[in-house]
Each structure stands twice: as structure tokens, then as C-alpha cells.
């Protein structure tokens, strides 16, 4: 699998991140208030991102507590490193409130994985959130990185897992990719022909996308469907120890689920 968006193109990737996904802002808006609505510690939010990419789940709650701890793990040092320079520019190198240390690595480095998600050091609730990063890998992966995230939650403790997703339904798994598909060539196409000089290179980032999203994604079905053989993402969770998964944001592929220790 390539992740041409986190190396050769780590720098366009928050220009171009709304071109790719019609709702972004609005998933990432409602992971945050979930995020928000399940924490109950006064102020602070303890929080592991995998795939934390230049931090767009940090920046959705930076104004939501007093205190933020997070740890942001990513394979690509580029992505971590825009993050790493938002974070000066927003003037927070040294905050004592909204503090971000960095993990690079792999999540399906399992031994790392549980060593970053352990809870040496950590104070108040703990939680776990990925957002668009692991429908990129086969469910026997997933499993292993989703029973490192439950090994390490408390009962009722939650993993809030924003990504893209299939349907049980092939008609409908087919009308999903296309809408996302179109979303994306509208959009590259309107920005390819406002500005001729750079149109081979716009158009060669939209056929990488659309590749992508074709040929590279491994979706799971979520929701379930009378006689259904195959796995579902929540019996996934389940499999992995979430005692419960609600469904709270679907659009076509991208869906936001609550996993419950
Ligand atoms: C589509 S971006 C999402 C970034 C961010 N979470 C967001 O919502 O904008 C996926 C991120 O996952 C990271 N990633 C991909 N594979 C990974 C892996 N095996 N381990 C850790 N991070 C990975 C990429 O480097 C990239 O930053």
C-alpha cells in the first residue's frame, strides 16, 4: 500500500484533505463532541491519536479543555512534522496545558503499539481515538491493534474510531466508492482548470486519490444485515473486547464508531 499523502505530498495534505472527503470538518467536528460528551474528568483529556497525521484531531479539541495531553502516533515523520510546526505557530512548544509528545512508528508494531497505549505516566481518563488511517489494513491486523487498544481501557472506557467503512450491501458498497469518487474528481478537476500552469500536477494527485481509494483501501462492512456472511467492523471491536459499539456519524463510506470497554 502507498501513503504517497504522508511522504511526497505530507505538505499538500491539509489543502487537499477537504478535496478528498466531503465531510472532513463536519466528521471531525462530531468525533470531537464525542470525544467531549464521554470524557468526565474536569478539564483534562488524556488521549493516544494512531494516525494522528499534522493533528487534526488535536486541533478539533484544543479549545474544549483546559488541559490536553496527547500522544500522536504516526509512521510518516513528515506528517509529524507539519504537526510539530502548527503546534509552534499556534505558539504551544512549551505549554504545560496542551501538551503533544510523539510517537513515530508503525501501529502494527504491536510491542510499540502497547508501550505507547500503557499507562505509565498518565493521569485522569485515558482514551483512544484513530481517524481515517486503519481501513487501510486487513482485519486480522486490525484485530491485533484493536485488542492492544482494549488491553489497555478500563471498563467503560472508549475508543472513538473515525474512518471509512463498506456496506453488507454490494449495490450500495458500489453507489458509496462512486460518491466518494466524484467528490473527489469534482473537486480536483474545478481547482485543475482555474489554474492551468499547475493542472498536470493537480490531475496527477487526483488519479493517486483515486487509486487509492480504489485499488488500496480494505473496507469492512459495518452494520448488520439479515444472513450476512461476512465480518462486520463491529464484531471486530467485540471480537477484540469492546463490550459495546454504537454507530454515531455515517456518510457513505465515512462513519465514526464509539467502541465501549
Ligand atoms: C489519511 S491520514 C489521517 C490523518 C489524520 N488522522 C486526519 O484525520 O487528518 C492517515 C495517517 O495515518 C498514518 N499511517 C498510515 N499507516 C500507518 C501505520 N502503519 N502506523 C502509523 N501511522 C500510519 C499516515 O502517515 C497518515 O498520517
Same mark, same amino acid.
Given at each position: 500500500m502507498s501513503f504517497f499523502y504522508a511522504k511526497e505530498s505530507a505538505h499538500n495534505y491539509d489543502s487537499q484533505v477537504e478535496m478528498t472527503s466531503e465531510h472532513?470538518?463536519?466528521? /471531525?467536528?462530531?468525533?470531537? *463532541?464525542?470525544?467531549?460528551l464521554n470524557f468526565s474528568g474536569p478539564g483534562v483529556c488524556n488521549l493516544t491519536d494512531l494516525g494522528s497525521g499534522t493533528g487534526a484531531v488535536f486541533f478539533h479539541l484544543i479549545n474544549k479543555y483546559e488541559q490536553i495531553n496527547m500522544k500522536a502516533f504516526d509512521i510518516s515523520s513528515?506528517?509529524?512534522?507539519?504537526?510539530?510546526?502548527?503546534?509552534?505557530?499556534?505558539?504551544?512548544?512549551?505549554? !504545560? $496545558?496542551?501538551? #503533544? =509528545?510523539?510517537?513515530?512508528?508503525?501501529?502494527?508494531n504491536t510491542p510499540l503499539l502497547r508501550k505507547t497505549l500503557s499507562r505509565?505516566?498518565?493521569?485522569?481518563? $485515558?482514551?483512544?481515538?484513530?481517524?481515517?488511517?486503519? /481501513? /487501510? &489494513? /486487513?482485519? #486480522?491486523?486490525?484485530? %491485533?491493534?484493536?485488542?492492544?487498544?482494549?488491553? !489497555?481501557?478500563?471498563?467503560?472506557?472508549? &475508543? &472513538?474510531?473515525?474512518?471509512?467503512?463498506?456496506?453488507h450491501d454490494s449495490e450500495f458498497s458500489k453507489f458509496a466508492l462512486d460518491v466518494e469518487l466524484d467528490w473527489i474528481r469534482k473537486n480536483f478537476n474545478g481547482v485543475a482548470s482555474?489554474? $492551468?500552469?499547475?493542472?498536470?500536477?493537480?490531475?496527477?494527485?487526483?488519479?493517486k486519490w483515486l487509486n487509492h481509494?480504489? =485499488?488500496?483501501?480494505?473496507?469492512?462492512?459495518?452494520?448488520? %444485515?439479515?444472513? %450476512?456472511?461476512?465480518?462486520?467492523?463491529?464484531?471486530?471491536?467485540?471480537?477484540?473486547?469492546?463490550? *459495546?459499539? !454504537?454507530?454515531?456519524f455515517k456518510y457513505f463510506q465515512t462513519a465514526i464508531l464509539v467502541g465501549e470497554k
Open positions: 472532513y470538518v463536519l466528521a /471531525h467536528q462530531t468525533l470531537s *463532541k464525542l470525544i467531549e513528515e506528517m509529524l512534522g507539519i504537526f510539530k510546526q502548527k503546534i509552534e505557530e499556534a505558539g504551544l512548544e512549551s505549554s !504545560n $496545558t496542551k501538551k #503533544v =509528545s510523539y510517537v513515530l512508528g508503525d501501529v502494527r505509565v505516566g498518565q493521569l485522569g481518563v $485515558t482514551s483512544v481515538t484513530s481517524a481515517f488511517m486503519l /481501513h /487501510h &489494513f /486487513h482485519p #486480522v491486523v486490525k484485530m %491485533q491493534i484493536y485488542k492492544a487498544i482494549a488491553d !489497555n481501557l478500563n471498563k467503560g472506557e472508549k &475508543f &472513538f474510531l473515525l474512518d471509512l467503512f463498506d456496506y482555474a489554474n $492551468t500552469q499547475e493542472k498536470e500536477s493537480i490531475l496527477a494527485e487526483r488519479d481509494l480504489i =485499488s488500496e483501501n480494505q473496507l469492512v462492512p459495518i452494520g448488520w %444485515q439479515k444472513g %450476512q456472511s461476512s465480518i462486520s467492523e463491529e464484531e471486530l471491536l467485540t471480537n477484540a473486547g469492546f463490550s *459495546k459499539v !454504537n454507530c454515531c
